[in-house]
C-alpha cells in the first residue's frame, strides 16, 4: 500500500479548510499532520480532520514555517496578498504546494513564484477547481468531440449573488483591492482559465469594462448609522442587514474568530466592531460590483464574460458551426438538465446532459472541490509534472488575463498580448 500524502496548512480558513475536511475522508490517500492559524477555534477544527496523534498546530506562518519540513505538501490558504510570501517560504523549505488562488496579486510576484518553483523543482498545483468538475469537463469533451463543430463565441456569467458578494466583497477580506487583488483576478480567474481551456487557444487581446455602481456612498439610506445594528431605520427592509447574521445567514458567521459554541450575544458584539457589521454603502470598499470582459483568441474565437454581484451561480453559451451548447445553472432550472446542446440542422434534436448530484451538478464550485482533492495524490505522485491538470505553468495564463481586464477597464484601452 503506497505511503499517504501527508499535508500541513497556513490559512484555516473557509478554502484552507474544506481541502482539510475532503483530505480527512481518504484517510488512506491523505493525512492531515500540521496547521498554522491565529484562531484558536479554526485550528480545532482543522485539528478535527486529522487522524494524527502528533498533529501539529501553530499560531502563524513564521512559527510553521521555522519548523523543518513537516509534510509533503502545504495547503496555502491564507489572504490574497500573503500568497507570494507564505508560497516562497514554503517552497524554500520543501513542500510542493496546493495554492489557493491567485498565485499572488501582481504580475512580479507571480512570475517570482513561477520562476523559483521551476528553480527549485517544486509542483505547485494552482486552486482552478472548475477545471475538475464533471460539468466542465461535459462540456469540454463535448467541445473536442466535434459535435459543435468549430468554436466561434462563447458567452459566460458568474453571479455571485447579492449576500456573497457584500458578505466577501463589501465587508470582507477582498474589499479593497489594493489590500487584496482586483474583482477580476480574486473570484474570476478560474473563470477566464475555463474559457481559454475550453476555446483550446491562447487569448490575442481583450477590453474590460465595469465598475462600482451599487455598494458605495450615493445609495446610503437616509439616516442610515455606519453600523446596521446602531439604530438603522431600514431595519429588516434592507436585505443587507448585518442582523441576518444572526438569523437566516448564520453559516456565513464562519469568518468569526469565536469559538462555534459562542452565544448570540457574543457574536452580536463582534458585529458591533467587526467589517461585517457595517453598513454596505458605508464599507470604504472598491472592487467592482459588475465587470465584462471580450476577448479574442487565436483562430478568431470570441468570449464575453461577466461577473456581477446580481446574479446566482454560473451559465455559459457556447456557439459552434454545428450546434449550440447551454449550460449551467438557468437552463437546470428551465429544462431540468446541466446541459443542452441544439444543433442547427433541422432533423436533429436536442440533446440533453445530466450531471450526477455525486458530481456536483451546476451548483457552487460545481463538486470541484472534492474532484481536486481526489486528484491532488495524482498530480503530486506523478512522474510527469506537464500532465498536471492546474500546474503553475497552466494557470499563469488566466492571471495574465485578469490583470490584462482590469488594466484595460482603468485605462479605457483594449490589451493585445505580445
Given at each position: 500500500?503506497?505511503?499517504?500524502l501527508t499535508i500541513a496548512c497556513i490559512g484555516c480558513g473557509g478554502r484552507g479548510l474544506i481541502y482539510l475536511e475532503l483530505a480527512s475522508k481518504q484517510p488512506k490517500r491523505y493525512?492531515?499532520?500540521?496547521?498554522?492559524?491565529?484562531?484558536?477555534?479554526?485550528?480545532?477544527?482543522?485539528?478535527?480532520?486529522?487522524?494524527?496523534?502528533?498533529?501539529?498546530?501553530?499560531?502563524?506562518?513564521?512559527?510553521?514555517?521555522?519548523?523543518?519540513?513537516?509534510?509533503?505538501?502545504?495547503?496555502?490558504?491564507?489572504?490574497?496578498?500573503?500568497?507570494?510570501?507564505?508560497?516562497?517560504?514554503?517552497?524554500?523549505?520543501?513542500?510542493?504546494?496546493?495554492?489557493?488562488?491567485?498565485?499572488?496579486?501582481?504580475?512580479?510576484?507571480?512570475?517570482?513564484?513561477?520562476?523559483?518553483?521551476?528553480?527549485?523543482?517544486?509542483?505547485?498545483?494552482?486552486?482552478?477547481?472548475?477545471?475538475?468538475?464533471?460539468?466542465?469537463?461535459?462540456?469540454?469533451?463535448?467541445?473536442?468531440?466535434?459535435?459543435?463543430?468549430?468554436?466561434?463565441?462563447?458567452?459566460?456569467?458568474?453571479?455571485?449573488?447579492?449576500?456573497?458578494?457584500?458578505?466577501?466583497?463589501?465587508?470582507?477580506?477582498?474589499?479593497?483591492?489594493?489590500?487584496?487583488?482586483?474583482?477580476?483576478?480574486?473570484?474570476?480567474?478560474?473563470?477566464?482559465?475555463?474559457?481559454?481551456?475550453?476555446?483550446?487557444?491562447?487569448?490575442?487581446?481583450?477590453?474590460?469594462?465595469?465598475?462600482?455602481?451599487?455598494?458605495?456612498?450615493?445609495?446610503?439610506?437616509?439616516?442610515?448609522?455606519?453600523r446596521c445594528l446602531s439604530g438603522c431605520p431600514l431595519g429588516d427592509q434592507c436585505i443587507y442587514n448585518a442582523d441576518r447574521y444572526l438569523t437566516d445567514k448564520k453559516r456565513w458567521?464562519?469568518?468569526?474568530?469565536?469559538?462555534?459554541?459562542?452565544?448570540?450575544?457574543?457574536?452580536?458584539?463582534?458585529?458591533?466592531?467587526?467589517?461585517?457589521?457595517?453598513?454596505?454603502?458605508?464599507?470604504?470598499?472598491?472592487?467592482?460590483?459588475?465587470?465584462?470582459?471580450?476577448?479574442?483568441?487565436?483562430?478568431?474565437?470570441?468570449?464575453?464574460?461577466?461577473?456581477?454581484?446580481?446574479?446566482?451561480?454560473?451559465?455559459?453559451?457556447?456557439?459552434?458551426?454545428?450546434?449550440?451548447?447551454?449550460?449551467?445553472?438557468?437552463?437546470?432550472?428551465?429544462?431540468?438538465?446541466?446541459?443542452?446542446?441544439?444543433?442547427?440542422?433541422?432533423?436533429?434534436?436536442?440533446?440533453?446532459?445530466?450531471?450526477?448530484?455525486?458530481?456536483?451538478?451546476?451548483?457552487?464550485?460545481?463538486?470541484?472541490?472534492?474532484?481536486?482533492?481526489?486528484?491532488?495524490?495524482?498530480?503530486?505522485?506523478?512522474?510527469?509534472?506537464?500532465?498536471?491538470?492546474?500546474?503553475?505553468?497552466?494557470?499563469?495564463?488566466?492571471?495574465?488575463?485578469?490583470?490584462?481586464?482590469?488594466?484595460?477597464?482603468?485605462?479605457?484601452?483594449?490589451?493585445?498580448?505580445?
Amino acid at each position: 500500500m503506497p505511503k499517504p500524502l501527508t499535508i500541513a496548512c497556513i490559512g484555516c480558513g473557509g478554502r484552507g479548510l474544506i481541502y482539510l475536511e475532503l483530505a480527512s475522508k481518504q484517510p488512506k490517500r491523505y493525512q492531515v499532520v500540521a496547521a498554522a492559524d491565529p484562531c484558536e477555534s479554526r485550528l480545532d477544527r482543522a485539528e478535527r480532520y486529522s487522524a494524527n496523534p502528533d498533529f501539529r498546530r501553530f499560531r502563524d506562518d513564521t512559527e510553521i514555517l521555522a519548523e523543518p519540513q513537516l509534510a509533503d505538501v502545504m495547503i496555502i490558504g491564507t489572504q490574497d496578498a500573503q500568497h507570494k510570501e507564505h508560497a516562497i517560504a514554503a517552497m524554500k523549505r520543501g513542500y510542493d504546494l496546493l495554492l489557493e488562488k491567485p498565485i499572488a496579486s501582481n504580475p512580479d510576484d507571480i512570475a517570482e513564484v513561477h520562476l523559483l518553483a521551476r528553480r527549485l523543482g517544486r509542483r505547485v498545483m494552482v486552486c482552478h477547481v472548475l477545471r475538475y468538475t464533471a460539468f466542465y469537463r461535459k462540456v469540454k469533451s463535448l467541445i473536442d468531440s466535434g459535435e459543435l463543430g468549430d468554436i466561434v463565441s462563447l458567452n459566460a456569467t458568474e453571479g455571485v449573488e447579492a449576500w456573497h458578494y457584500a458578505h466577501s466583497f463589501v465587508r470582507g477580506h477582498w474589499s479593497v483591492a489594493a489590500k487584496s487583488s482586483p474583482m477580476i483576478l480574486a473570484k474570476s480567474c478560474h473563470d477566464l482559465d475555463i474559457l481559454r481551456w475550453i476555446v483550446g487557444t491562447k487569448c490575442q487581446s481583450l477590453s474590460s469594462f465595469g465598475g462600482l455602481m451599487h455598494f458605495n456612498q450615493r445609495n446610503k439610506p437616509n439616516g442610515a448609522p455606519a453600523r446596521c445594528l446602531s439604530g438603522c431605520p431600514l431595519g429588516d427592509q434592507c436585505i443587507y442587514n448585518a442582523d441576518r447574521y444572526l438569523t437566516d445567514k448564520k453559516r456565513w458567521l464562519f469568518i468569526s474568530p469565536l469559538p462555534e459554541d459562542s452565544n448570540e450575544s457574543d457574536f452580536r458584539e463582534w458585529l458591533h466592531n467587526s467589517p461585517w457589521g457595517l453598513c454596505v454603502y458605508q464599507s470604504g470598499n472598491d472592487v467592482v460590483d459588475h465587470q465584462t470582459v471580450n476577448m479574442l483568441f487565436k483562430g478568431g474565437a470570441t468570449a464575453t464574460f461577466t461577473m456581477t454581484a446580481f446574479e446566482e451561480n454560473r451559465h455559459i453559451e457556447i456557439f459552434g458551426t454545428k450546434a449550440r451548447l447551454i449550460a449551467g445553472d438557468r437552463i437546470k432550472k428551465g429544462y431540468g438538465c446541466d446541459i443542452l446542446v441544439k444543433p442547427h440542422a433541422d432533423n436533429k434534436e436536442a440533446v440533453t446532459h445530466c450531471i450526477g448530484q455525486s458530481d456536483g451538478g451546476c451548483a457552487t464550485h460545481m463538486g470541484g472541490d472534492a474532484s481536486l482533492v481526489d486528484a491532488l495524490y495524482d498530480e503530486m505522485r506523478g512522474k510527469d509534472t506537464s500532465a498536471m491538470t492546474s500546474s503553475l505553468e497552466v494557470s499563469v495564463e488566466s492571471h495574465r488575463m485578469a490583470f490584462a481586464a482590469e488594466e484595460s477597464r482603468l485605462s479605457g484601452q483594449t490589451f493585445h498580448f505580445e
